[in-house]
C-alpha cells in the first residue's frame, strides 16, 4: 500500500489555539539543519534569549525556552521548585489551575486549592485568606485561563504572597504577546508561557523565566530534582553562559521559528501588539451584541485574546462549531468542564488577531445563528 504526502487543508486558527503562523515563521523551519552546537545556532539561542527577555520585560538571566510545549513549561517551574512535602497554595478557576495542582500533588507537595467558579478570576483577598492558614513555599496562578477567558491581575496578589514570604508562580501560555506581561515590575519568581498562542509559532518550546529569588530556592534543595530532563541545573549548562555542555538535542528548526516569531513580535512592539489584540477584542464584542450574544467570563476581566462566547439557548454548540469548520474553514474550540456545550472559545491570538478574521467569524455566525 503506498501512502500519499499529508496535504492539511487551508484553516483559519481562531480557536484556543494553535494560532495561524506567519510564513515567515514557517519558511524559518524549512532552513537546513544544524547542529545544536553548532556556533551559529549557540549564537541564535543567545538571541533567543534576549528576545525573550525583552517579551517577558525581565532581566532574569534564567530565561530560555524548554524543548516541549506549554505543559512542559509548568513541570519545569514544580519539577524544580517543589520537594516532596513542600506546602503550595494554587488559584483553580478552569482547567489549567486544576492541572498545576495535579502536577504538583505528582511532586509530593501538600496542595491547598484556591478556587473561584469558571469565567471569574481568583481575587486577592482570596489568596490572602488561604496564606493566613497556611505557609506555603510557592503560590501559583493562571494569569489567563484559556479555558474560560479570564484574566487574573497579578501586581496585588504578588504582593500578598511576596509579604508572606512565598514565591509566586504565574502561568502565561495564553497572555504573552497578547496583552502586559510584566515579570520584574509584578515580581514573577516564575513563569513559563507556551509558543503557539499570542507568539504565533508552532507549538513545541515553552518560553520560562526563574528569577534570582528562585534560582536560589533551587540550589538550595535538600534533594533532587525529580525530572533528570528539566533540572534546571543541568539545562543552565546548555542554555547558561560560556561553554555549552551537552544536555539534549534541541528541536532545532522550533528554535529557527521561535527567533522568527520573537523577531515579528518586538518588531511590531509590544505596545502595539497589544493594542492590536484589544482592539480586535473590542470589535468583536461589539460585533456578538449586535448578534444577541455575550461574553460569559466575569465583565472587566475578559481576556482580549481569547473569548469564552455563551451559546444562544436553542442552538446545537457542537453543529455551528462543525458548520464553521467545514463550511467557513474556521476553527474555533469547545468548552470545557462545566462549560463544555455552553460556549464557544473563539481566539484572537497573534497572527490571527485581524479586523479581517473578525468580520469573517461573525459573518459566519449571523448566517449559521
Same mark, same amino acid.
Given at each position: 500500500m503506498s501512502h500519499q504526502p499529508f496535504s492539511p487543508p487551508q484553516r483559519t486558527l481562531m480557536g484556543p489555539g494553535p494560532s495561524d503562523v506567519p510564513p515567515s515563521v514557517l519558511a524559518a523551519m524549512s532552513q537546513p539543519l544544524i547542529g545544536h552546537l553548532d556556533p551559529s545556532f549557540v549564537g541564535m539561542m543567545e538571541e533567543i534569549k534576549a528576545m525573550l527577555r525583552e517579551v517577558f520585560i525581565t532581566k532574569n538571566e534564567m530565561t530560555f525556552p524548554v524543548s516541549g510545549t506549554g505543559s512542559a513549561g509548568m513541570e519545569f517551574c514544580f519539577v524544580n521548585l517543589i520537594e516532596p512535602g513542600d506546602e503550595v497554595v494554587i488559584g483553580i478557576n478552569g482547567v489549567f489551575g486544576t492541572r498545576m495542582a495535579d502536577v504538583a500533588e505528582r511532586c509530593g507537595a501538600k496542595v491547598t486549592k484556591v478556587e473561584a467558579e469558571w469565567g471569574r478570576i481568583i481575587e486577592p483577598e482570596q489568596i490572602a485568606a488561604a496564606l493566613e492558614k497556611s505557609d506555603p513555599k510557592l503560590v501559583a496562578i493562571v494569569h489567563a485561563e484559556t479555558s474560560t477567558g479570564a484574566l487574573t491581575p497579578v501586581e496585588e496578589i504578588s504582593g500578598i504572597v511576596h509579604d508572606a514570604g512565598a514565591l509566586l508562580l504565574l502561568d502565561a501560555v495564553t497572555s504573552l504577546g497578547g496583552c502586559?506581561?510584566?515579570?520584574?515590575?509584578?515580581?514573577?519568581?516564575?513563569? *513559563?508561557?507556551? !509558543?503557539?498562542?499570542?507568539?504565533?509559532c508552532p507549538p513545541g518550546l515553552s518560553p520560562v523565566s526563574l528569577s534570582d529569588r528562585a534560582m536560589e530556592t533551587i540550589k538550595s534543595r535538600g534533594s533532587s530534582v525529580q525530572s533528570w530532563y528539566l533540572d534546571v541545573n543541568l539545562l543552565a549548562n546548555y542554555w547558561g553562559e560560556g561553554?555549552?555542555? *551537552?544536555?539534549? !538535542?534541541?528541536?532545532? !528548526?522550533?528554535? *529557527?521559528? +521561535?527567533?522568527?516569531?520573537?523577531?515579528?513580535?518586538? %518588531? %511590531?512592539?509590544? %505596545?502595539?501588539?497589544?493594542? =492590536?489584540?484589544?482592539?480586535?477584542? +473590542?470589535?468583536? =464584542? !461589539?460585533?456578538?451584541?449586535?448578534?444577541?450574544?455575550?461574553?460569559?467570563?466575569?465583565?472587566?476581566?475578559? +481576556?482580549?485574546?481569547?473569548?469564552a462566547v455563551s451559546v444562544p439557548e436553542g442552538a446545537d454548540e457542537a453543529a455551528i462549531r462543525t458548520a464553521l469548520l467545514n463550511e467557513y474553514q474556521i476553527e474555533v474550540g469547545p468548552g470545557l468542564g462545566p462549560l463544555q456545550g455552553k460556549v464557544w472559545r473563539i481566539g484572537l491570538m497573534g497572527h490571527s488577531s485581524s479586523e479581517e478574521n473578525v468580520d469573517r467569524i461573525l459573518a459566519a455566525l449571523k448566517a449559521l445563528l
Open positions: 502586559p506581561v510584566r515579570i520584574d515590575e509584578w515580581a514573577v519568581d516564575a513563569v *513559563y508561557s507556551g !509558543t503557539q498562542k499570542c507568539l504565533s561553554a555549552r555542555v *551537552y544536555h539534549h !538535542t534541541a528541536p532545532i !528548526t522550533m528554535n *529557527y521559528a +521561535l527567533h522568527e516569531a520573537l523577531r515579528l513580535t518586538l %518588531e %511590531e512592539g509590544l %505596545e502595539n501588539r497589544w493594542a =492590536r489584540h484589544e482592539a480586535n477584542h +473590542l470589535r468583536l =464584542r !461589539t460585533g456578538l451584541a449586535e448578534l444577541g450574544l455575550d461574553i460569559a467570563s466575569q465583565e472587566g476581566h475578559q +481576556l482580549w485574546q481569547l473569548n
